[in-house]
């Protein structure tokens, strides 16, 4: 029987096309979903992980409290430093520093070169690192040094700003070499200095107060327990008073994105959907084809069987073409995926200025993928093979009766699709609102199976009734309408394939563009002000806020007081409270008023209850609304304080600040020169930029392009569907010969034919392409909820989240679908209409 399988497939390669198109969809979709997370996890490794790449540890405060001490100097080792197996405890302690160079003024963050570069992940570009011993040396990113005309061996003068109770004086630094911009988040938009020791205690001073430590890293010796170490780490810090988390690059990736989705691994789940919906659809689509190959082939196995080949070899034979077809399907689904993936990664990378975009490879994912696609193959070829050896040879060989929803076969087919749709339904909405991924999940996936059982009866119908729209063609309208109800089983195959292909791009439109706004109303609410300007003691505030607020791609700004400080001694500062609203991205739901006495914008690691203050002169308590992560001090408005009588003037010995709202919009790489314009407009050279402009832009291109890269293989499985409804549809017109030359011989033109074919298509795809974006809708909201619930309650948007249907797209897709279906109808139109009358009714 391997002969009679291979001539099959030799023979009569048409008949397979479908299937093996069916089989490159679902391994396309599974190999993708795990190059996207290997192509994911690869650009978050560059990007928030970027700094940590070097390392083998790294070690995170819990609280405000700074950690660099743990790690201690090269001449004073931290607790850290002295652990065994531990080769270097690097504290990457960031300050900020109003740079000067010959012909520009810029503001810059200023960090500590490790002993061994690749801790901090460095890529010298043009000359070299300084000595650790030189006390003027510094690098500079490339992209600054490009910007403002700064060379190797040109002098820098960096000017700390840590107050006006700063003891440091300018440094005239010489710039050593130019190094690749880094892109961890936390830095973009920013101007890198990397400082010898010497040099950074320089523009420190020697008190250190300046800057914050926002992790340590530890680089192990060869051999190392890492575990063992990770546990002793954690121990020295507890005995030291401090709170951190131990944890090793990847893990560290992790949590942050993990943070940043509001303690969901959003990434993770989203993934981890997409391909278990794959498999789903890699099943039913190649169970559902490969039943119908078999079907059209009874008539040839029965009479294989009238002439003595048994029921075993009849089923061995259809196994083996299963689980050829199975390898070729599978193999190119995966080399599809790499080359998709790979293409928009690149695309990306330079159309969308994203040089950090890493493409992953994951070749046990795409091991799995081709072992899935055969073996999903060869198990939808077994029942078919089965059911139609258990017919009698001379049974089937007699022509055979469609089943139809009348039919004890189609009562069953029925039942079963009712209940499977209406169960995984349920299912699904109570997965959905308990937060139960698995019930959630696999009751979507039960209700889509039961939905394609049920296409017989509402496709043809929907198809009908859109006929409808056709009628005023004439005898080709009502043809095409006709058609799709006495040939139900025949319309609901040709549709399946696109009706699966647009629910998945309904799906995805519909779960990542309401993806995009929760994620965006988590970044607002993580990244509450995009720029904050810290003046000197000699500004003049008022005057610096209008020419800031005059700045191109600048929306608002709000000029925020001094007046006091918290108990810990954060400052304090007042700002009229619809200024302060104008500028923060996003508050809490049910906060209406930073205005109200006694309510503190305060940032989201405060965990107290109550906020003490001096303020104005006076012991105040304030209640504190948490506002992500602002890191420049605890606003409150200036309404209430007047009241009280204050009369505006600061209270405190620190600069004021400008808290700086830009454009929507606004790209990562316009960050740094805006920071700039707005230093500029401040009227001093000596302001310091902080703030999440930088960071959340970049968060956002990072999903913008994953995003895109998932749309691609949507688009291209649904060209692939497409191709599988022309081949659907060639294979009908042959069915229908002797049908079609009836036609003809009784009046019916060359052109009437062509039309009735191209207009069933037409209909076919169109109502597959609306049926399908209206299923990818729910199912998209019903994954949404399910995984963005605790991102919208972290927004502070509550648990119900608000699906974004992208009605322009999907009325794409449905326009695309129906174009298509016309393109789709040619070949097979014009093959039927060649074919003169006598020789089609001649036709067996």
């Given amino acids: 029987m391997w002969t009679v399988a291979l001539s099959q497939l030799r023979t009569q390669p048409r008949r397979y096309v479908s299937l093996v198109l069916a089989i490159l969809i679902g391994t396309l979709f599974l190999a993708a979903s795990f190059l996207v997370s290997a192509t994911a996890q690869a650009t978050l490794r560059a990007t928030l992980g970027s700094t940590y790449a070097g390392a083998d540890l790294v070690v995170l405060p819990g609280g405000s409290k700074d950690v660099s001490d743990l790690a201690g100097t090269g001449a004073e080792p931290g607790p850290l430093a002295r652990l065994d197996g531990v080769e270097e405890a690097y504290a990457l302690r960031m300050a900020w520093a109003a740079a000067r160079a010959a012909n520009a003024e810029f503001g810059a963050a200023v960090m500590p070169l490790p002993r061994d570069p690749a801790l901090a992940g460095l890529t010298v570009t043009a000359g070299a690192l300084p000595a650790a011993n030189d006390a003027r040396g510094v690098t500079l990113d490339a992209q600054t040094a490009d910007r403002h005309g700064v060379a190797v061996g040109d002098v820098v003068t960096l000017a700390s700003e840590s107050g006006p109770d700063s003891t440091t004086t300018p440094v005239d630094a010489v710039v050593t070499g130019l190094t690749q911009p880094s892109p961890d988040p936390m830095l973009s938009g920013q101007a890198q200095v990397w400082a010898s020791p010497a040099a950074l205690t320089a523009v420190q001073g020697q008190d250190g107060e300046a800057g914050f430590t926002p992790h340590l890293l530890l680089r192990l010796a060869d051999g190392a327990d890492v575990p063992a170490v990770a546990e002793a780490a954690r121990a020295e810090a507890a005995a030291a008073g401090a709170d951190v988390d131990v944890a090793t690059p990847d893990e560290a990736v992790r949590s942050a994105v993990t943070q940043l989705s509001g303690g969901t691994d959003l990434l993770g789940w989203v993934l981890g959907g997409f391909a278990a919906l794959a498999l789903l659809v890699t099943a039913l689509v190649i169970a559902n084809t490969f039943q119908v190959l078999v079907a059209q082939r009874t008539r040839d196995l029965a009479l294989l069987r009238t002439i003595g080949t048994t029921t075993a070899q009849v089923r061995a034979s259809v196994l083996t073409e299963a689980a050829v077809v199975g390898v070729v399907g599978s193999v190119l689904g995966a080399g599809l995926a790499v080359a998709i993936v790979a293409g928009v990664a690149a695309a990306a990378r330079a159309m969308l200025d994203l040089p950090f975009l890493t493409f992953g490879l994951h070749p046990a994912g795409l091991a799995v993928s081709v072992a899935v696609g055969v073996a999903v193959t060869v198990l939808a070829a077994l029942a078919p093979a089965v059911a139609a050896t258990r017919v009698a040879p001379l049974e089937a060989l007699r022509p055979r009766d469609e089943v139809t929803a009348g039919s004890r076969g189609g009562r069953v087919r029925t039942a079963i699709g009712l209940m499977l749709a209406l169960g995984g339904t349920a299912l699904m909405l109570w997965g959905v609102s308990t937060r139960e991924p698995v019930s959630a999940i696999g009751g979507g996936a039960l209700s889509f199976v039961g939905v394609l059982l049920l296409a017989r009866l509402f496709v043809p119908a929907a198809v009908r009734g859109a006929a409808v729209l056709a009628r005023p063609v004439g005898v080709p309208g009502r043809l095409a309408g006709l058609n799709a109800v006495r040939h139900r089983s025949r319309t609901a195959a040709t549709a399946a394939a696109l009706l699966v292909g647009t629910t998945l791009v309904a799906l995805f439109l519909t779960g990542g563009r309401t993806a995009q706004e929760q994620t965006a109303l988590a970044l607002d609410t993580a990244y509450p002000v995009d720029i904050v300007v810290q003046l000197p003691a000699d500004a003049d505030p008022a005057h610096a806020a209008e020419a800031v607020a005059a700045t191109a791609d600048v929306q608002?700004?709000?000029?925020?007081?001094?007046?006091?400080?918290?108990?810990?001694?954060?400052?304090?500062?007042?700002?009229?409270?619809?200024?302060?609203?104008?500028?923060?991205?996003?508050?809490?739901?049910?906060?209406?008023?930073?205005?109200?006495?006694?309510?503190?914008?305060?940032?989201?690691?405060?965990?107290?209850?109550?906020?003490?203050?001096?303020?104005?002169?006076?012991?105040?308590?304030?209640?504190?609304?948490?506002?992500?992560?602002?890191?420049?001090?605890?606003?409150?408005?200036?309404?209430?304080?007047?009241?009280?009588?204050?009369?505006?003037?600061?209270?405190?010995?620190?600069?004021?600040?400008?808290?700086?709202?830009?454009?929507?919009?606004?790209?990562?790489?316009?960050?740094?020169?805006?920071?700039?314009?707005v230093t500029r407009a401040a009227g001093t050279g000596a302001a310091v930029i902080d703030g999440g402009a930088g960071e959340r832009a970049l968060y956002a291109r990072i999903i913008d392009a994953m995003l895109g890269i998932v749309v691609a293989l949507l688009a291209v499985s649904v060209l692939i569907a497409l191709i599988g409804v022309a081949n659907t549809l060639s294979l009908s017109v042959i069915e229908r010969t002797r049908e079609n030359a009836l036609l003809r011989a009784l009046g019916l033109t060359r052109g009437g034919l062509r039309g009735a074919i191209a207009i069933e298509a037409v209909l076919i795809a169109a109502v597959a392409a609306v049926l399908g974006c209206a299923l990818g809708v729910c199912y998209g909201w019903a994954g949404a909820q399910l995984v963005l619930a605790d991102l919208s309650a972290t927004a502070g948007a509550g648990t119900a989240v608000r699906p974004a249907v992208p009605w322009l797209e999907l009325g794409l897709v449905v326009a695309v679908a129906a174009l298509a279906g016309l393109a789709a109808s040619l070949l097979p139109a014009r093959r039927a209409a060649r074919l003169s009358p006598v020789a089609g009714l001649a036709a067996v």
């Fill in 556 to 677: 608002a700004v709000a000029l925020a007081t001094p007046v006091g400080a918290t108990e810990n001694g954060s400052p304090v500062l007042a700002t009229p409270a619809a200024d302060l609203r104008a500028v923060v991205a996003r508050l809490p739901e049910g906060v209406t008023g930073l205005g109200d006495p006694g309510t503190a914008l305060v940032p989201d690691w405060v965990d107290a209850d109550q906020v003490r203050a001096e303020v104005a002169g006076a012991e105040r308590t304030f209640v504190p609304v948490r506002a992500g992560s602002l890191s420049s001090g605890v606003y409150v408005a200036a309404e209430p304080l007047r009241e009280t009588g204050w009369d505006g003037a600061a209270g405190a010995a620190v600069p004021g600040q400008l808290l700086v709202a830009l454009d929507p919009g606004v790209p990562v790489d316009r960050l740094q020169g805006l920071s700039e314009d």
